[in-house]
């Protein structure tokens, strides 16, 4: 019975372990520092992206419309309906610091990331919102993505 007992333990760490190697490595968390806004303000998020793995991560960002376009965005309205990308008949524009290939090391964070969601999604109505922001762990679709923490930002009249 002991050798038993002693064979599921060993076999219940074993899957412990299987768990914890595929965990995601790195962490996003946004920020804000003006949770109030006016309507028809700009909403600008800070973006921090740290490794939490024993090896180099790609935080490389793609920057355009003042946005960065390495990470997905949701944004929901106060009754938590998502809030679709603007339609835009002009082409996205630059804003010079796009694609820059960088690495960060075990421990390190980047935290030259963010823009204003405001661009591509109409915060204009007084109200709450609720935005979080996810990015692929690789080029991978079944690795999966890394979301970030959500903030609220409010709007006023």
């Not at 998020?45 to 376009?69: K, P």
Request: hydrophobic content about 30%; overall charge neutral; aromatic content about 6%.
């Amino acid at each position: 019975m002991r050798v038993l007992m002693a064979l599921l333990l060993i076999a219940a760490s074993a899957g412990t372990g299987g768990g914890a190697q595929s965990a995601a490595p790195f962490s996003i968390t946004i920020s804000t520092d003006k949770p109030t806004v006016k309507a028809g303000s700009d909403v600008y998020v800070e973006i921090r992206m740290t490794n939490t793995s024993n090896h180099s991560v790609d935080c490389t960002h793609q920057s355009q419309d003042f946005l960065d376009r390495s990470f997905e965005y949701e944004v929901r309205d106060g009754s938590r309906k998502l809030i679709p990308k603007l339609e835009r008949n002009v082409p996205l524009e630059s804003d010079g610091v796009s694609g820059s290939p960088r690495s960060i090391k075990p421990g390190e964070t980047c935290e030259a990331f963010g823009g204003y969601v405001s661009h591509p999604y109409d915060m204009s109505r007084p109200g709450e919102y609720t935005i979080q922001v996810s990015r692929r762990i690789s080029g991978n679709p079944r690795d999966g993505v890394v979301k970030s923490n959500r903030i609220t930002i409010t709007v006023t009249p």
